[in-house]
């Protein structure tokens, strides 16, 4: 059974950095891209960028260009986004998931909330 | 990028009762439109790719239409746990982009 299981919610101040982490299990991790996405509260999803398991290559959204940086640990199978100099924009739920070579997602994580407050 | 526009935003519906949600794609999109249903508490689940391919284990009342700019989500006889958020995404090309959501509400 494929898992994604997030780290859990952050509170952090402005200015300051996070990782976020995205354990995965019942799959060869090396062979798919992992998305992260972005949703503020009521509000719709925004694709954020994608890394390849199998060599950390990276796509980002020119959106969040210089927001957010994407690694991956193969060796446990976890997939990480550092999202820097945090605002009150930043504030929301982000999802990991894994993403088909036809760019659809068929698995997502539960989401981890990070509150920018100070 | 390409926006996705979809209609209506909030539904209100009974068990039983058909309902249909557009998206609208802001230029070609091919076929490549998904479709996800959101609940609190649990994982995104997706539910149509390739704008009619139903994704395994999803019920056949839920069914996709559409091609080129404009895609529909049918639900045929509600059912109470169809109750809930639905988004569309294009997947024909990067930046990946959503529509703004759908609140399927009970009536």
């Known amino acids: 059974e494929v898992q994604l299981q997030q780290s859990g919610a952050e509170l952090v101040k402005p200015g300051a950095s996070v990782k976020l982490s995205c354990k995965t299990s019942g799959y060869t991790f090396s062979n798919y891209y992992m998305s992260w996405l972005k949703q503020m509260p009521g509000q719709n999803i925004e694709w954020i960028g994608n890394i390849y398991g199998g060599n950390g290559g990276t796509g980002y959204n020119q959106k969040f260009k210089g927001k957010a940086t994407l690694t991956v640990d193969k060796s446990s199978s976890t997939a990480y986004m550092d999202l820097s100099s945090l605002t009150s924009e930043d504030s929301a739920v982000y999802f990991c998931a894994r993403e088909t070579f036809g760019g659809w997602f068929a698995y997502w994580g539960q989401g981890t909330l990070v509150t920018v407050s100070s | 990028d390409v926006q996705m526009t979809q209609s209506p935003y909030n539904l209100a519906a009974s068990p039983g009762e058909s309902v249909s949600i557009n998206c609208k794609a802001s230029k070609s999109i091919s076929k490549y439109l998904a479709w996800y249903q959101q609940k609190p508490g649990k994982a995104n689940k997706l539910l149509i790719y390739d704008g009619s391919t139903l994704q395994s284990g999803i019920p056949s009342r839920f069914s996709g239409s559409g091609s080129g700019t404009d895609f529909t989500l049918t639900i045929r006889s509600l059912e109470p746990e169809d109750f809930g958020l639905y988004y569309c995404?294009?997947?024909?090309?990067?930046?990946?982009?959503f529509g703004g959501g759908t609140k399927l509400e009970l009536k």
């Open positions: 995404q294009q997947h024909n090309e990067y930046p990946w982009t």
